[in-house]
């Protein structure tokens, strides 16, 4: 319900207000994806730590809001920002590169981390603990 209720929030936020405020400001779009994802960073922090779950669940929620507004004007700018016959290819490459990344090359990391914690934490290596 989050996911899905944050991220059409977030989509439905920058078609009905987000690219009327910076019609053809590319920079402006620039600065309002930087500022987006710059927030992203502690929203997820107090989601990921926040002891009670429903407190995590509902601090989740301007996350999954913020983190759904930028695509628009972040594959709006793609798109503009090459030539024509360039446009597919971009998104192509883009896609490619976040799954990769996102399903290929994140969760051996943290496979990786969990690993050579073990020795020093026990086996919920990743854990956060209660002091």
Not at 1 to 30: K, P, S, T, Y
Not at 33 to 56: D, Q, T
Not at 97 to 113: D, H, K, R, T, Y
Request: with cysteine; charged share 15%.
């Amino acid at each position: 319900m989050i996911l899905g209720l944050g991220g059409a929030a977030g989509v439905l936020f920058w078609w009905l207000r987000g690219h009327r405020w910076f019609a053809q400001d590319e920079r402006g779009q620039m600065r309002f994806v930087a500022a987006a994802l710059a927030s992203l960073v502690p929203l997820f922090a107090l989601f990921l730590l926040l002891p009670e779950k429903l407190y995590a669940l509902i601090a989740l929620m301007p996350w999954v809001v913020l983190a759904c507004v930028i695509f628009g004007p972040a594959f709006a700018l793609m798109q503009r920002l090459v030539v024509d016959e360039m446009r597919a290819t971009t998104v192509a490459v883009v896609m490619l590169l976040c799954n990769l990344v996102g399903m290929g090359i994140g969760p051996q990391v943290v496979g990786i981390l969990s690993d050579l914690l073990r020795p020093v934490l026990g086996s919920d290596s990743l854990r956060i603990r209660d002091a």
